[in-house]
């Protein structure tokens, strides 16, 4: 009767553990408001939020995410005031602080204009005249971080950038397609006014997440998330988060 007992809590206790994940850790990594990647104002952050925190979960991690502008999001990861950041592209410049994950989503830079300019977009990186609009902290590219001259108007945050191309300060913007698309169709006033040029994309860049090589278990911590993340992907979850979103 025992030994019957003793096989039953032992059964029980398998299912638990192939259901559940790990033993619950905590972590806390910073990020912006960039709908519809992480935003504080989304349903569950965002689905890139979602996509970090189910593969963090995986393996037994509960995470939080603070929203900070990103300029100040990268001055804390790299200063190790938070463990990480999510939703950062690869730099090498970034990859002297951090260790980064494996791919998680991949973002396709454009080109935006207002809708009633006469623009090359092929020769906008070579045109001295036009005034290009960037976001601090950001890196776009490598031809773009060689381009030094009074043409390249820096601004606080992608909506900043925005009312600079609205209002005629610059000519052009850099965004996110997903970014300015989103924007684009949750906002009137800007259904008319700009144009995404989808047909001349800048550059394709990998997001991830990143953790401070500095902090303690750091690589340890990627290496769980990229498991987390595997498994996110081999049971479907992933793909359900994107497709939801």
Known sequence: M????????????LILSSVF???????TLASNDWAPYHSSDLE???FFTEIVREAFFAVGYDLEVLF?????????GKRGNLPGIIG?????????????SELIYSST????????????????????????GVTR??????????????RVIFSYSDLDSLTKLLFKRIDVAIFDKEYIEYIINHNDKYRNALIVHTDQPVISNSLHVVINKEYPNAKEIIEDFNRGLEIIKDNGLYYDIILKH
Do not use: H
Request: charged content about 25%; glycine content about 4%; proline content about 2%.
């Open 21 to 27: 994940p790990e033993s619950s850790k905590s972590i």
């Open 68 to 76: 900070y502008p990103w300029n100040r999001v990268i001055t804390l």
């Open 2 to 13: 025992f030994y019957k007992k003793s096989l039953i809590i032992g059964l029980f206790l």
């Open 109 to 132: 830079l454009c080109f935006t204009t207002r809708s009633e300019a006469v623009i090359d977009t092929a020769l906008i990186l070579d045109d001295s005249n036009i005034k290009i």
């Open 88 to 100: 950062a592209y690869y730099s090498k410049e970034r990859a002297d602080f951090f260790y980064y």
């Open 44 to 46: 569950n952050q965002g």
């Open 137 to 150: 902290g950001y890196f776009y590219s490598d031809a773009m971080e060689e381009i030094k001259d009074s």
